[in-house]
Each structure stands twice: as C-alpha cells, then as structure tokens.
C-alpha cells in the first residue's frame, strides 16, 4: 500500500500529465496548489476559465481534498464569498479508489452541469435556479463574461470591477480566509491566495 505522500505526489503527476496547468500556492507546499479549469461545454459556463484552489490534507488520499474556486462564479452548490465547494464527494463520500483528476475530469464537471439546489451554499442562486431557470442561465453567462473570461484569468483584482453596486468585492477577497460554509463536512477550502508561481514537482 503506497504511504500518503507517495500517493499525493504520484496524483499530482497524473494531474499534470492529463495536461492541466498546475502551479504551486506561495507557500511551496506540494499539497497546496491551484488548477486551471475551464468550465464543460455544452453548460452555461462554457468557455469560462476558473483558477481552482486544491489543498490536500496530510492522510491524502484517505482524507478528502479542500477545493475552492478563486475567481467568482455563480452556482447553488458554491460558496459566492469564499468559494468553497459543496460537493458530496468531496465531503461525504470520498474514497481512496478517487483521485485529482477525477475531480477536474469528472467530479466539477458533473457539479456545474447538473447543480443540486436542494442543499445550497448560495440560496439567492438556488432559488433562481428552481423558480426561474432562464434567468439563472443568463446570470451565470454573465458571471462567466465578468469574472471568468480567459482574457482575465490570471489577474487579482481586474476581474472584480465590474461587480453588483450592492456588492463590496474588495471587502469580500480580503475577508476570504475568515469566511465559514454551511455545507455539512465541508474541510473549509479557502480560495484566497492569489499570488502563485510556476509549479515543478520533484
């Protein structure tokens, strides 16, 4: 049986060799890192890039990762504050037999496909979503122009500008780590940390 921190760097090899651009946390822990994700065609979140915040515990892959998106999006399942994901798999029925690529290839993409507005972490979206669905697609394409169009991904504070007037953003990005979820189990991803560098694993 392969010890945690072989299994964890062997993941983020696998993670990188499926072509996803990976870049270490400011901290140079392995475990802390962020990926790049596009948003699954066919959705409303199609053609949107988030920078996704992956944190792995020290039992990984017996204990489930924390993931948080960065840039702003809009959906029932996250957390539009901090970012933090609600994710059953994450943080219910994490197994060992997953691993890192199965979250981008599949575990995301299922979650921004098919939301579950019946255990919400944005209830103003879970409410949209269930009452008036044409509405809540339009907001999200205009989540995704605003804060994840690729011409924007990779700045801080850019993609906050154009922000809601009832809406303090800035407050919001440096408030993030004191932020808390709801969602049952969550391990508290915290998608703050924004200043990163290009990830070498050795």
């Known amino acids: 049986m392969a010890s945690p921190s072989r299994r964890r760097d062997t993941d983020l090899m696998k993670l990188m060799m499926a072509e996803y651009e990976v870049e270490l946390a400011e901290n140079d ?9 596009h948003g699954p065609v066919d959705t409303p979140y199609e053609g949107g890039v988030w920078k996704v915040h992956v944190t792995l515990p020290e039992a990984y892959p017996y204990k489930s990762p924390s993931i948080g998106f960065v840039n702003r999006i809009y959906h029932p399942n996250v957390d539009e504050m901090s970012g933090s994901v609600c994710l059953d798999v994450i943080n219910q029925t994490w197994s060992p037999m997953f691993d890192l690529v199965n979250i981008f290839e599949v575990f995301l993409p299922q979650l921004l496909t098919y939301p579950n507005p019946s255990d919400p972490l944005n209830g103003e979206a879970a409410a949209l979503e269930m009452r008036e669905p044409e509405k809540y697609i339009a907001k999200v394409k205009d989540y995704v122009q605003r804060y994840a169009h690729p011409s924007l991904f990779g700045s801080s504070k850019k993609e906050t500008d154009d922000v809601d007037s009832d809406s303090d953003i800035d407050s919001e990005w440096s408030d993030l780590e004191d932020n808390e979820t709801s969602c049952p189990e969550q391990v508290g991803a915290v998608a703050g940390s924004s200043v990163v560098k ?5």
Not at 29 to 37: A, E, L, N, S, T
């Open 29 to 37: 822990r392995v475990g802390d890192f962020f990926v790049k994700f």
């Open 198 to 202: 290009s990830g070498i694993f050795v």
